[in-house]
Each structure stands twice: as structure tokens, then as C-alpha cells.
T-cell receptor, first 115, second 114 residues
Framework: DTGVSQDPRHKITKRGQNVTFRCDPISEHNRLYWYRQTLGQGPEFLTY????????KSRLLSDRFSAERPKGSFSTLEIQRTEQGDSAMYLC?????????????FGPGTRLTVL | AQSVTQLGSHVSVSEGALVLLRCNYS??????LFWYVQYPNQGLQLLLK??????LVKGINGFEAEFKKSETSFHLTKPSAHMSDAAEYFC????????????FGAGTILRVKS
């Protein structure tokens, strides 16, 4: 068990470009969450998956954002036509099952800078 | 809607002094509350959680928190600060056991002076 990993750790892109981030959860964790953290703020919920099913998307997730978890293992978060306001830390977390407010294990995050 | 307010974006204490980080929540249903710590360039790590059992919750690294419903608070304390405690601390609330989405406060950066 090596924990939740995210790739890349840093991404610098120009406005209008597309970017994709990857999250590898702890093996056998069937729940996966994406959060966004801007400077000086706490993480904000974006979306979550139960296995391969995306169960909820926040209003923060505009049409330019899409997330997938094709085989119920790793997940990708894509941002199309990036804007400067997308600059943030994108965090992924995973947990087992439902109920009992199981601990979410967080990855180190991907820091996105849009120039 | 659920929300969390952390009073004080920065707290500075001397090594060996009491650490007190404040958290107040707003929830229309009984909340489940969490404290996470984030060290530079690392992911968030769970310190402790309140899930309606004991109101005084003990966590890792000597931290504890007390749930006070009448005050809608869940303050984090540690009797004696250590240099290694310097980090950013987040209070979070979850009110739906199935979804388990976390709503975080803005965070408090703890500085420990030698």
C-alpha cells in the first residue's frame, strides 16, 4: 500500500490549452473523490466515484471539466480550454466502501498554473 | 447547507505552549467532524474525527478535540507544541454518511516558535 498518488505534481500551461491529471487511489478503495484547493482556502468538493460510476458533480465543475474512472481503478480529471481561474491545487482522495464516515486518504495533489 | 468557520488564519505559539485551533460548524443535522493536517508539498492527513460517540476525541500526535453541540464547536488542542507541529490545519464536516463529501474550513496555519 503506497498511498494515493497523483501525476503530474505540477503543471504549467497557457490559457486555452487542455490539461489532464491522473489519480491512482489506494488499491481496492472503491470510492474516489476530487477536490480543488485555491490559495488561502480549504479544499472544495468537485466530484466523486463509486467504482466506475460518477455519482455527483459539484456546481464548481463547469462543462470544461470532465472526470472519468473507466475501470474503477485510476481516475483522470481533464480541463479543456483552461482559464486563469482554474489555477489551483487539485486533490484526489480515496476511501473504502460507504458508511461509517470512513477516512479519506489524500494524494499530494497536482498544482496547476495557467498563464 | 453545511459550513465550517476556522477562526484565525494564522496562529503562532512557542514550543511547549498550548495549541488551540478553533473550529465552528453550521449544520442542520448532527454532523460528523474531522481535523486534517497538511504539511508542505504533502496531502492532507487525518488527525482525528468525531462520529457521535465520545465528545472528546483523541487523535494522532497528541492532538485532541472536543465536540460541543451547544457551542457548535470542535476546537483542536494539544497541551505542548512541538516544532514538528508547524503545518496547516483544516476542520471539515460531513453530514451524509453515504456520500461522505467533506466541507472544509479555510484552514489555520500554525507556526511554532523556538
Amino acid at each position: 500500500d503506497t498511498g494515493v498518488s497523483q501525476d503530474p505534481r505540477h503543471k504549467i500551461t497557457k490559457r486555452g490549452q487542455n490539461v489532464t491529471f491522473r489519480c491512482d487511489p489506494i488499491s481496492e478503495h472503491n470510492r474516489l473523490y476530487w477536490y480543488r484547493q485555491t490559495l488561502g482556502q480549504g479544499p472544495e468538493f468537485l466530484t466523486y466515484f463509486q467504482n466506475e460510476a460518477q455519482l455527483e458533480k459539484s456546481r464548481l465543475l463547469s462543462d470544461r471539466f470532465s472526470a472519468e474512472r473507466p475501470k474503477g481503478s485510476f481516475s483522470t480529471l481533464e480541463i479543456q480550454r483552461t482559464e486563469q481561474g482554474d489555477s489551483a491545487m487539485y486533490l484526489c482522495a480515496s476511501t473504502t466502501g460507504v458508511g461509517s464516515y470512513n477516512e479519506q486518504f489524500f494524494g499530494p495533489g497536482t498544482r496547476l498554473t495557467v498563464l | 447547507a453545511q459550513s465550517v468557520t476556522q477562526l484565525g488564519s494564522h496562529v503562532s505559539v512557542s514550543e511547549g505552549a498550548l495549541v488551540l485551533l478553533r473550529c465552528n460548524y453550521s449544520s442542520s443535522v448532527p454532523p460528523y467532524l474531522f481535523w486534517y493536517v497538511q504539511y508542505p508539498n504533502q496531502g492532507l492527513q487525518l488527525l482525528l474525527k468525531y462520529t457521535s460517540a465520545a465528545t472528546l476525541v483523541k487523535g494522532i500526535n497528541g492532538f485532541e478535540a472536543e465536540f460541543k453541540k451547544s457551542e457548535t464547536s470542535f476546537h483542536l488542542t494539544k497541551p505542548s507544541a512541538h516544532m514538528s507541529d508547524a503545518a496547516e490545519y483544516f476542520c471539515a464536516v460531513s453530514v451524509n454518511e453515504y456520500e461522505n463529501k467533506l466541507v472544509f474550513g479555510a484552514g489555520t496555519i500554525l507556526r511554532v516558535k523556538s
